[in-house]
């Protein structure tokens, strides 16, 4: 039987929630940054944030990140979800007490002075960040596993309204605290806190159907999920978020330790913020391949809706550096001023190629997470930390450039190899599927 080719709007169907999603959770550092920026000691609250608090939590959530593209591939039928519940529940309980452990022990100043070299005037805020932030990681875990869920059944567009839930909470209390004149890192690490667990509790009540109607009586697949099998799918994908989300605080404490240092570490928030609003769209693409691909005749299409994707980003990019949007964004709407705007925007050009790298990462990346080959993946990050650690300690060492510029340049180095790499283990998976679809792949 011949199948017509798997039409791009249906693909911009499944994608443009899971984008929406990814851009509004992408809009939350810029908001932050904007509110922080227009409180109290806004550079020594910017750099607390974007230098300690945010690279820290990341890491302590990295064995969970990678939930939302296991539970996409691996929840077909109840017995595998209630594994992947099981990691959940006793993966997110430890991590919360490891982030307990960092926050309230003299652990945190191992971390934060002797690891990140941190500038002192940062260090007792980030503290207070990082203790309010102590509901992070269980709740994104939560989220993540059911959304995956979602996508699986068909119901991604549930996330972007989770993600509305959340963008709404953390304005509400960023206005609460700006009204109230609160310290700059409480207001935000007290606006992410209550953010994510909104979306849980919303995304929690809105799968209860989803489990009910669709995933229990879902077929029992064949052999069934072990936990052996389970591990072998996600150990890859751990590693793979762990040595991805290492980069941030082996950024900040290279930032740290480079010239115009407090000032490279405030600004660095607002610009990665800003960058990943853009890389979100190309993020979100990464599920939809993995649920899109099987299908027959799909090859030709997401290939085509790849190259559309990482084009328009770079283009965007491009507009707003280049033209007075660069103004309006960093300084009338983030409140940087003069001297950290003209930094900031160098630091739009010199991450130019990072949006559209997303897109050809999601493309690669995916059609490896569906064929359940993830250890190309974790290979291609292992390659993205060594360049990019690799620029950073050159950075370091030579100390006459800037640690911004340094970073971003690290960064946009380490993606482009990490890009490489996934697109020549997935070479034999593409000549599968051009074969099965009667394409060329080129």
Not at 20 to 38: Q, Y
């Amino acid at each position: 039987m011949q199948h017509s080719p798997l039409a791009l709007r249906r693909i911009f169907k499944v994608w443009w929630p899971l984008a929406a999603s990814w851009l509004l959770m992408g809009m939350e550092l810029p908001i932050l940054s904007a509110f922080v920026a227009r409180l109290a000691e806004p550079k020594i609250n910017l750099a607390a944030y974007g230098g300690i608090v945010f690279p820290l939590a990341l890491i302590i959530e990295a064995p969970v990140i990678m939930l939302l593209a296991a539970s996409t591939a691996l929840s077909k039928d109840w017995a595998s979800y209630q594994k992947l519940r099981n990691y959940m529940l006793v993966s997110g309980g430890l991590l919360t007490a490891l982030h307990l452990f960092t926050a309230l022990t003299p652990f945190y100043y191992v971390v934060a002075v002797d690891i990140l070299g941190a500038p002192p005037e940062i260090i007792e805020p980030a503290r207070i960040g990082l203790i309010i932030m102590t509901p992070w990681t269980w709740t994104i875990a939560y989220r993540r596993l059911n959304q995956g869920v979602m996508i699986r059944f068909g119901h991604s567009n549930i996330i972007g309204v989770g993600t509305g839930v959340r963008l709404t909470m953390d304005i509400s209390v960023l206005v609460v605290g700006y009204l109230l004149k609160l310290p700059g890192i409480v207001v935000a690490t007290t606006a992410v806190a209550a953010s994510v667990t909104a979306e849980a509790i919303y995304i929690g009540f809105r799968v209860q159907p989803v489990l009910r109607a669709e995933l229990k009586p879902a077929p029992v697949i064949k052999p069934a999920l072990t936990y052996r099998a389970f591990s072998a799918f996600y150990f890859p994908l751990v590693m793979t978020s762990l040595l991805t989300l290492l980069i941030q605080p082996l950024g900040s404490a290279a930032l740290g330790r480079m010239p115009l240092a407090l000032e490279s570490l405030a600004v660095w928030p607002v610009v990665s913020g800003f960058i990943f609003m853009l890389r979100s769209m190309g993020v979100a693409f990464n599920e939809v391949v993995v649920a899109l691909v099987d299908e027959p005749r799909s090859t030709r299409s997401l290939r085509r809706f790849t190259i559309i994707l990482s084009s328009v980003t770079t283009a965007i990019i491009v507009l707003i550096a280049a033209t007075p949007l660069s103004r309006l964004w960093l300084q009338d709407i983030s409140a940087l001023p003069p001297a950290l705007f003209i930094l900031a925007r160098n630091g739009l050009w010199i991450g130019l190629l990072l949006p559209g790298l997303n897109a050809l990462q999601s493309w690669y990346q995916g059609v490896l997470l569906n064929s359940g080959k993830t250890r190309g993946i974790s290979e291609a990050v292992a390659i993205f930390l060594t360049v990019t650690g690799l620029v950073l300690w050159g950075g370091v060492a030579w100390g006459k450039m800037t640690g911004l510029y340094v970073g971003l340049i690290a960064f946009s180095a380490g993606m482009f190899f990490q890009t490489v790499w996934l697109w020549v283990r997935s070479r034999p998976i593409m000549y599968a599927l051009c074969k099965r679809d009667a394409c060329l792949e080129s």
